[in-house]
């Protein structure tokens, strides 16, 4: 090869191997910054004369407000003989008060462009609105009415008994529902929450003007209530608004008393269990595919177990990865979705599996559930496990406090259910402490697979005979079903 060869060759050489070194730089993944301290927005609490609590949290970048007032009484606090009180209580505020029809009420929000909304879940209900900034005084003047004017007008009565028992109709045909509320009913048996939060067809037909204003009367009241503000207002003017719009209600009766759990798991360290498995299947002939539901009675939302048993569920039934899901979709085939549920309320929570299957896998599937609850109480999580779902829930967190919406409704839960109002800033801290060993002994005393109710909606003729190999069966035929019977049963009638 010659000298000028030789020369072409090298710069040819050169040449590459500086653009790989080029394209190789360029390739590589620019350098991330640690991820900041999350800082959920702390909000300035002060309390108006007549004991209503003022909640506001500043948010100055959009011309926006959030008014949001919370009684903290939901359907936990429903007449024994009637279900689903507080819901049409709740579901009647914006239909109309002493000043303002239902039409009025809605052409005034529609006109300037503003949402309202009312509810109740158990533990409160609430009146909502939001509205451009330059309507603030309007926004407050709207919700002191609705929650201090209501009619509770006969013809709204009517019309949302209406809309109820319609919805309830629709409900009872959704075998996933008949399986939740069944559970419920026969997990919390005994408790403030054994019972339909939305009511059930007898009790809502004879819910009359008296009990909803009974209902009123004794929760709807300025030292039972929080007023939450988040946007673009400053702390003292809501303060000086919430006292100007809020003075006259005033309540000099007691105020309402929660009905005490049947435990007290963040002292007791234990749970409640019953004497032994409870099977009820619910018999639905026309099914092909069967709902799931296992599990037991949990803990309050103030149980000192909360953090340990949030990130179990999270292994066990949580979104993203999970136990339940691998088990019975990736490896088995047997469903499209598995999921576990821990729900904590003021007072008692619940802890369960759930999925729905074909008929004939009925019973593989039950047993795959219970054999990943067995394997989670029996064994501690793996590290990895752990640092998956600390991960995952610390992300999720941030989520949760993303929108003005969701920090007023997460600031208003931390006081309903009396947590520290720096709870969120403190999560990831405390989560990345957790250690294995806490969630396990947290899970053997929260979860017991021989001694929880176990909930089948479907045709019972597909799997009844060999369910009888894990324990004592009730079948109930859906035409007797009767969500608002302790037993779920609705009694026979006899000919006289």
């Not at 609490?45 to 970048?61: D, F, T, Y």
């Not at 003047?141 to 019309?159: C, L, Q």
Request: contains cysteine; hydrophobic residues 40%; glycine residues 6%.
């Amino acid at each position: 090869m010659g000298s000028k060869t030789r020369c072409v060759a090298r710069l040819l050489w050169i040449g590459l191997s500086w653009g790989v070194a080029v394209l190789s730089a360029a390739d590589l993944p620019p350098t991330v910054p640690p991820p900041k301290p999350f800082q959920s927005a702390m909000p300035v609490v002060r309390v108006l004369p007549n004991g209503l609590k003022l909640a506001v949290i500043e948010r100055h970048e959009l011309p926006i407000i959030g008014v949001r007032l919370v009684v903290q009484s939901g359907a936990e606090a429903d007449p024994a003989s009637l279900p689903g009180t507080a819901q049409m209580v709740a579901s009647l505020l914006n239909q109309g008060t002493t000043k303002r029809s239902a039409q009025e009420i809605a052409r005034t929000i529609d006109q300037i462009g503003g949402t309202v909304e009312t509810g109740a879940d158990w533990d409160n209900s609430f009146v909502a609105v939001s509205v451009l900034t330059d309507r603030t005084e309007l926004a407050f003047e709207m919700v002191s009415d609705m929650v201090i004017h209501p009619s509770f007008a006969p013809a709204e009565i009517e019309r949302q008994r209406k809309q109820a028992l319609s919805a309830l109709s629709v409900a009872h045909d959704d075998p996933a529902y008949i399986a939740d509320a069944a559970f419920d009913r026969l997990t919390f048996d005994g408790t403030a929450y054994g019972h339909p939060p939305d009511g059930t067809e007898e009790a809502v037909r004879r819910l009359t003007s008296s009990n909803i204003r009974e209902f009123y009367a004794r929760n709807y009241r300025p030292d039972n209530s929080i007023l939450a503000l988040v946007g673009d207002i400053r702390a003292d003017e809501a303060y000086q608004l919430a006292a100007r719009f809020f003075a006259e209600w005033k309540q000099d009766d007691p105020p309402p008393t929660r009905q005490p759990s049947t435990i007290d798991s963040s002292r007791t360290g234990t749970a409640h269990h019953s004497k032994g498995r409870r099977i009820v299947v619910i018999d639905k002939p026309d099914s092909v595919q069967t709902e799931i539901r296992v599990g037991n009675r949990g803990i309050p939302r103030g149980s000192s177990d909360y953090l340990a048993l949030t990130v179990a569920n999270q292994i066990l039934g949580g979104p993203a990865t999970n136990r339940l899901y691998k088990a019975l979709r990736t490896e088995h085939g047997l469903t499209y979705s598995a999921s576990s549920e821990l729900d904590c309320y003021q007072t008692n929570g619940s802890w369960e599996g759930k999925t729905s299957t074909r008929s004939a896998e009925t019973i593989k599937s039950l047993r795959l559930v219970l054999d990943q609850m067995n394997r989670l109480r029996d064994h501690a999580i793996s590290q990895g496990e752990l640092q998956t779902a600390q991960s995952y829930l610390t992300g999720h967190m941030a989520l949760e406090v993303e929108s003005p919406d969701n920090i007023v409704t997460q600031t208003l839960n931390l006081m309903v259910y009396n947590l520290p109002l720096d709870y969120w800033n403190l999560f990831p801290r405390e989560l990345r402490t957790l250690q294995t060993e806490e969630v396990l002994n947290a899970t053997r005393r929260y979860m017991d697979p021989e001694r929880n109710v176990i909930v089948l909606v479907g045709n019972a003729s597909a799997f009844s005979r060999e369910l009888k190999k894990l324990g004592e069966v009730r079948v109930i035929p859906i035409e007797r079903l009767d969500l608002g019977s302790p037993d779920l049963e609705r009694p026979v009638a006899v000919n006289p």
